[in-house]
């Protein structure tokens, strides 16, 4: 089989259908039915959920081939940050109006296909209708890729093509394959099965060449046939089933022309009924220039809706992070008030938080240790304990404070507020944390209506920081304390990085000249992030890449870099020397390339400009019994200091100067201790030569760190 590029960070969904998909990752009781429910109704959201259920990050032992259990492998926080990931990439990217009108004929095709599919596969009693399903959703996962990584290309094609068979010759004539097969090689990579590859690599043959196929290929096969919903820009949809496909009915599976019709015409009004509860207009126009200055569309209506749940999401992040640091109770107040500020611009806001002994709650209204409220937990003393009781938000005017207790008198005067609001804080399980108010203006209460959902997750955010357990730690687990948190705080804008870096690389096309180095800088971070996991869990394994592999390659992916970043900005010239038999690569390639990226940088910055760095692989040897992999790296700098060379290898004063912490040299020791390789050096006036022997892997496996398991 070819290799394809199977990556999915790209894929192209309609707005309208990754709202619901938020909402669901969001939801009061978030549930994995629902959740499933909403992803299986876009085919880009699914190839995602599945190809990262199946990557080596999530891999649990067996391939995962329904949305069901990439669910349960992937978790919630994980299917939201690829349903955000989503959203960014569909409110930033490339995709312009026409490609929108586009995504809603794909949209279409493959929830029409999956539906018949099922019904398909129940009539023919087929074990496994959601599979059938899975594999109707999927059939246009080729072309939603092909749209992503190279529109450049794929779109004139899709606008010459007049209908399905001449759309594949074009394919066939510019890609060596059409989008069916390219589809079916993605899935069978991500690990979802040879039927199910298959299902999607077949669906467009002809009846009488799958008669004999395997159940599921035969179904897709004729669901799509039954959909009547071609493919291309050119071509018009047909309002009921054809005669090629009411031919295929009978001759893959007996059914007769009434049947056939009825199925294809149910199918027909249930995806027309979704389309309307998402507000997808099935028969809106492709945009064009006279419709500019005309009625917003639903589809930009759903991109503002989109570009909302993306603020929000990315608010709940931050009141995350913002309270997280906080570890006195006052102080996790403090936050979340300081937060509701950042975020809805509240600035008179009040908590009440649940006691010990969960007969009261009590507020500080000042930086003091004694609260300057507790209130019994009985019902009718406040619209605090009312609201906590009755798990209700409760919404009071001030005009009508007269006749509430004195409390609530108070707190209008205290919050300076026309309306208060009050919200139950329930965390996990409903367990009850206290309650928020909010001390609003007319103006803000009405502007914050439409936004009550998102207060409500704010909420619930704010309540799961309150009740987390927070024990006092000792002394030595403080800088353990701390690295734990800075590294869970850098991953988000790592992440947020990764994702503009995506959208950077669609907008620039294929044929940038920066691409390649965009791909080194997605590179990099990557490896960034993994740093920072081995630096969170020091006795974890390495996750990074691992051999077999070639060390040439990976030699001239570092020397790239280094070459670009450091060596001609100094005027020093790189050079490598690299065996021709290519030798193989068998430790942590994570590992190795930070060895090699400490090595070069200690080099380059020793040098004056017009210097020399030499990289030289070799081939395999034996030493001392042990089969091994020599590479070195030389340089003609003036020679590392007496004082570095007598430390042997230990973190050391930097003779570079301020900004150098002289730790270079001891983190090169240690990676190559991790990895069982062997470091030495020699070093003159005339330079320094630098020499590693790699543990060369001839049977067994090697593990995340490069050793061998028998």
Known sequence: ?????????????????????????????????????????????????????????????????????????????????????????????????????????????????????????????????????????????????????????????????????????????????????????????????????????????????????????????????????PATLAASTEATCNETALAAADTLFGLNEGLARALRERVAEDVRRIAGSLEIDLDAPAPGPETQDGPESNDRAAERALGARVRDLTELERINAEMARATRLQDRCLAARRTLFLTLGVSQSLLFLVDDDQQSVSAWVEDDETPDFTLPLLPGRSLVTDTLLDREILRHEEENAAGLPVIDQQLFRLCEAERLWSFPLLAEGQQPAGVLILGLTHGQAEGLEPRSDFIRSLTREIARALTQPRPEPRDTDATEQRIRETVHEAGNPLSIIQNYLGVLHHKLGAEHEARHELGLIKDEIDRVGRILLRLRDPEAAATGETGPGSLNALVRQVADIVDGSLCRTRGIQLHLDLSPSDPPLSVSADHLRQILTNLLKNAAEAQENGGEISIATRAPTTVNGRRVVPLSVTDKGPGLPPAVQAAAFAPVASSKGPGHAGLGLSIVKRLTEEIGAGFTFTSTSAGTRFEITLPLVTQGTADASGMTQP
């Not at 894929?11 to 669901?24: E, G, K, R, W």
């Not at 999530?58 to 690829?82: M, N, Q």
């Not at 399905?164 to 890609?175: G, K, Q, T």
Request: charged share 20%; net charge negative; with cysteine.
């Open 1 to 229: 089989m070819a290799r394809v590029n199977t990556a999915t960070d790209a894929l192209p969904s309609l707005p309208q259908a990754l709202i619901p998909v938020l909402d669901a990752t969001q939801a009061d009781e978030a549930d994995f039915q629902s959740l499933a429910r909403a992803i299986l109704q876009d085919a880009g959201m699914s190839g995602r959920l599945l190809q990262a259920a199946n990557s080596p990050f999530y891999y649990r032992g067996s391939p995962c081939r329904t949305i069901d259990r990439a669910l349960f492998s992937l978790g919630l926080d994980t299917v939201r940050s690829l349903a955000l990931t989503a959203a960014i990439q569909q409110l930033f990217g490339q995709f312009a109006p026409r490609h929108r009108s586009y995504l809603r004929v794909i949209w279409r095709r493959a929830l029409t296909t999956a539906s018949l599919a099922q019904v398909l596969a129940t009539l023919t009693r087929y074990p496994r209708p959601e599979e059938a399903y899975l594999a109707g959703l999927l059939i246009d996962i080729g072309r939603l890729i092909r749209l992503a990584g190279d529109e450049g290309h794929y779109w004139p094609l899709l606008q010459a093509a007049e209908d399905d068979p001449h759309l594949v010759a074009l394919e066939r004539d510019s890609f060596g394959c059409h989008y069916g097969e390219l589809g079916g090689d993605c899935l069978e990579t991500w690990g979802l099965g040879p039927f199910v590859a298959d299902a999607v690599r077949y669906h467009l043959e002809p009846a009488e060449r799958v008669r004999d196929a395997h159940h599921l290929v035969k179904l897709v096969n004729l669901a799509h046939a039954m959909a009547c919903l």
